[in-house]
């Protein structure tokens, strides 16, 4: 019932949100921004009591570290907000415009999605960089934290809604929820939320996906690939392998697996595992290149190892490849090496996911490397939003016909005649 | 066990069909085209199998005729694969192109969403029409069509996948389930089934989305309404509501309650009401109108007659008529009567249907009067795709990034800055 309420809510805050235009909403954001500066003190408090009870708890250093919400991070939250602000309103664009016949005209407009379940991780940054993000697109949200961040993640929360609400937002358009009873029952509430947004594992989203029928965006796994064609450069291959493996281990974009194409498996992969080695990565390998290096074999190549570790498998050819990466991969950003612009192009074709890279490392699929200046996250989702998801993920869209007394009878008698022609202007009704 | 390798089967045909070009898929669909033309006699004596099996099981009119395949049901699909083969390839269109920074080029690209699963009514038409769409868009698919109709599908699923094959088209990519058993296997295979289409009852999609973790993209109930304004041109709103009730009733996009705001709830309701008695509808009102016309209380808002049957009910205001619109109706298609623009473009704001139109009939929202040239249906889910879907519904995207060798660390270190120039340039590598 109280899951019901707040939802319902959200419905109706999203409905106002649906009617603002993008003044409102970014003097909106700068007051969110200008309270958050305000409150650094309270934040940072209420994250050192998450910070204390976390290591008495005996959480593991990585994640103590995505908790930590210091004055480093407020910046960084801070420097996200400025360029959204800086964006366009990603609401009423026309995305299509047909002439039907004399003054019948078809207009395709973007529109918030209206009310959006979050659920993510430790991080605190991550429900500011939301939330704000679901205010600019006109979306009302609820958002479920990490319980070790429960303490900072409410001031956050309390600070950008009354911020919000004093700037004229609508109540109800953010809601923290707290608990994983919480989350069961949003999981229910198929009538007043439109998408879900889980970002974790695999587990963790197809445990959702099991129990809702809300549309899930995932945001789960990435199992990356890196493969190395018999074409491919030999300096660049090892440049790329090295950064794709080490330029930061723990994400979702680092490869996991290296593919190699066999008229590599001789000397030059002894100076890749060389290269590696040096950099400190371990190395498993398929049974070829465990006879070569001497090194242990993979257990399963599903493994998403966010660590210091790769796993290396010599593969016939191109097809061999592809087929090694579309059975075991997580359909997240897959990258080939090589000379051979077919064989690229044959590769970003063939690989089903949502990100495909010739001679670049897979580091860069994100949304800011790719220029969207704000990021939802990298969905693995094929739906809606693949990739990257900026503010564009967060909108759908209404077809708006605007008529002067058209009826079907006509056209269907052949008193009148469809002329459906591309008119190219932009939707004409902006009021509100 | 049989369902998953049918599945898989796809799987890999979709895999080949990712690959082909528009040459490829269009002369499939002359082969197609042709091939049921040659084939007429025996599509219709399967046909009138399956007609007479009906008819003495008592199958109701109105289904017999939708389950009807004559010549004259040939020519039109036959004229529905013309413009199918008209239209350009939806894969491999450039959505988006940045530079990120010099020989650093991104690239979002239109591509096959992969193997689909529909689930379909009577009208074997579906069949074709649904085939040939996921054909041209390089999908496979899994067809599941109504018991009445067996026989029709089974010929029209052999001469289409027989004609298809011999033009070079992968074995698997299409499929025809026969038994509910088959769709309740069907639901389990998310590892290789990418999207559902449902087209059904609400009940019936809703079923479905309760029972698979497979995005499912629902054609459910069409409860449209017309809002007739206080600024509505009397004469509009009368053809326009005889228009959206009577034009056709037994489809989703006819009307179903007309909302009447209360300063036109004394002559021009009478008038209203004749109008619609004079064609045959038979009215059922809120207590307001019951008390003026006379005539049977509403049931129950959320109803979708598809019959001359409509309800009416008294608005006191706009807001009070978008409130009602958004409660009651199926998110399909809503429209508005008056001539206050203002009015207009908050209702088309305000109202969350796919398809919101401002003085003209409700029977307009569908994909060949929207110039799509053909049509999946008409989506009633609010993400992916809204509205009357065309070949676009059946796309998903990748990001493709060509490079030269660059890694993330020289961005990182700043080293190396990102551009992030919008290019508008095409997607380059189409060689296969």
């Given at each position: ?152 993640n ?31 029952e ?47 450069d030999?300096?660049?291959?090892i ?14 974009n ?24 040096s950099?400190?990565?371990?190395l498993?390998?398929c049974?070829?290149?465990c ?51 077919a064989?690229a192009s ?33 969905s ?14 967060l909108v ?37």
């Amino acid at each position: 019932m109280r899951m019901q309420q707040l939802t319902q809510k959200a419905r109706q805050a999203a409905g106002a949100l649906a009617l603002l235009g993008i003044e409102e909403k970014n003097g909106a954001l700068q007051a969110i921004r200008s309270a958050i500066l305000a409150s650094a003190d309270a934040i940072e408090a209420a994250n050192q009591a998450d910070l204390a009870r976390s290591q008495a708890e005996g959480l593991a250093a990585p994640l103590l570290k995505r908790l930590k919400f210091d004055s480093k991070k407020i910046a960084e939250v801070i420097s996200g907000m400025d360029s959204l602000l800086g964006l366009p309103d990603p609401v009423g664009r026309t995305l299509l415009a047909t002439q039907l016949d004399d003054g019948l005209d078809l207009y395709r407009v973007s529109c918030p999605i209206g009310v959006i379940g979050v659920i993510f991780e430790s991080r605190p940054d991550a429900l500011v960089q939301i939330s704000t993000l679901a205010l600019k697109s006109g979306n009302a949200v609820l958002l479920k934290g990490g319980s070790e961040a429960l303490e900072t993640n409410r001031v956050l929360a309390r600070v950008i809604g009354e911020a919000a609400g004093q700037a004229g937002m609508p109540d109800g358009w953010i809601t923290l929820l707290e608990t994983r009873l919480d989350v069961r029952e949003l999981l229910d509430q198929d009538e007043s939320v439109d998408l879900l947004i889980p970002r974790g594992s695999n587990a963790f989203v197809r445990a959702i996906m099991d129990n809702t029928r809300i549309p899930v965006m995932g945001h789960a796994d990435g199992v990356c690939h890196l493969y190395l064609d018999a074409a491919a450069d030999p300096a660049m291959a090892i440049r790329l392998s090295l950064d794709s493996k080490t330029q930061y281990v723990a994400v979702c974009n680092a490869a996991e697996t290296i593919l190699v194409h066999q008229s590599l498996a001789g000397d030059f992969l002894d100076e890749l595992a060389g290269a590696l080695h040096s950099a400190g990565v371990t190395l498993l390998g398929c049974e070829q290149t465990c006879a070569r290096l001497g090194c242990a074999k993979v257990d399963n190549w599903h493994t998403e190892y966010l660590d210091y570790t790769a796993a290396v498998k010599i593969v016939s050819s191109l097809d061999d490849a592809i087929s090694h990466i579309n059975r075991y991969g997580s359909h997240h950003t897959d990258a080939i090496v090589t000379a051979d612009q077919a064989a690229a192009s044959r590769f970003l074709r063939a690989v089903d996911s949502g990100n495909v890279f010739w001679n670049c490392s897979t580091r860069f699929s994100d949304g800011f490397r790719y220029g969207f200046g704000a990021e939802v996250g990298v969905s693995t989702s094929k739906l809606h939003a693949r990739g990257p998801v900026g503010l564009e993920g967060l909108v759908t869209y209404q077809y708006r016909l605007l008529g002067h007394g058209q009826i079907v009878a006509d056209y269907a008698s052949g008193q009148a005649r469809f002329r459906h022609q591309p008119s190219g202007e932009a939707y004409p009704l902006q009021d509100r």
